[in-house]
T-cell receptor, first 113, second 113 residues
Framework: NAGVTQTPKFQVLKTGQSMTLQCAQD?????MSWYRQDPGMGLRLIHY???????DQGEVPNGYNVSRSTTEDFPLRLLSAAPSQTSVYFC????????????FGPGTRLTVT | KQEVTQIPAALSVPEGENLVLNCSFT??????LQWFRQDPGKGLTSLLL?????REQTSGRLNASLDKSSGRSTLYIAASQPGDSATYLC????????????FGKGITLSVRP
């Protein structure tokens, strides 16, 4: 199993540009989520999904959109990038039965200039 | 609202020392608690997960304990090595099938040779 994969690893955007961060998992996990990690702020939940077709907002959803058309994929879209969105973004997944252990992807480092 | 605290924010110890990392949480109605390790520039790696019905979990030189009534968990690292240098985060999941993980800000551990 590849686990949770994210692309790209690094990205530089100009203010106002849009882009999509990709996330995929091959563990057949129902629950997927996106976090951002900033110095001094810890990990903050952006959006999450409990299954295909179902998404919900986390703590810091403004400026981001998500969709979940398949169990495997959970892309995060930045609609109009702002310097405040400079951060490291992590995707995570877990099953909703068994141990419910959460697994993280390697992250995407995004810089908005 | 669940709050998770990890103190101190940073710790430096000589190689070979046994050490304890602390995690406290405010709401004792938890489903499980998970300890992660994060190396600089990398994603989060799951170390141990303790279900609410368990008191401890062990993996190699790591032992995590859980005391729900006092709102505390500890991660014990035996015979520390320079390779243990990393940031250690604890995360708590409250009761509920779709509930989210609440993270502490982590403890950055440095093991001196």
């Amino acid at each position: 199993n590849a686990g949770v994969t994210q692309t790209p690893k690094f990205q530089v955007l100009k203010t106002g540009q849009s882009m999509t961060l990709q996330c995929a998992q091959d563990m057949n996990h129902e629950y997927m989520s996106w976090y951002r990690q900033d110095p001094g702020m810890g990990l903050r939940l952006i959006h999450y999904s409990v299954g295909a077709g179902i998404t919900d907002q986390g703590e810091v959803p403004n400026g981001y959109n998500v969709s979940r058309s398949t169990t495997e994929d959970f892309p995060l879209r930045l609609l109009s990038a702002a310097p405040s969105q400079t951060s490291v973004y992590f995707c995570a997944s877990r099953g909703t039965s068994g141990t419910n252990e959460q697994y993280f992807g390697p992250g995407t480092r995004l810089t908005v200039t | 609202k669940q709050e998770v605290t990890q103190i101190p924010a940073a710790l430096s110890v000589p190689e070979g020392e046994n050490l304890v990392l602390n995690c406290s949480f405010t709401d004792s109605a938890i489903y499980n608690l998970q300890w992660f390790r994060q190396d600089p520039g990398k994603g989060l790696t799951s170390l141990l997960l303790i279900q609410s019905s368990q008191r401890e979990q062990t993996s190699g030189r790591l032992n995590a304990s859980l005391d729900k009534s006092s709102g505390r968990s500890t991660l014990y690292i035996a015979a520390s090595q320079p390779g243990d240098s990393a940031t250690y985060l604890c995360a708590v999941r409250v009761t509920g099938a779709n509930s989210k993980l609440t993270f502490g800000k982590g403890i950055t551990l440095s093991v001196r040779p």
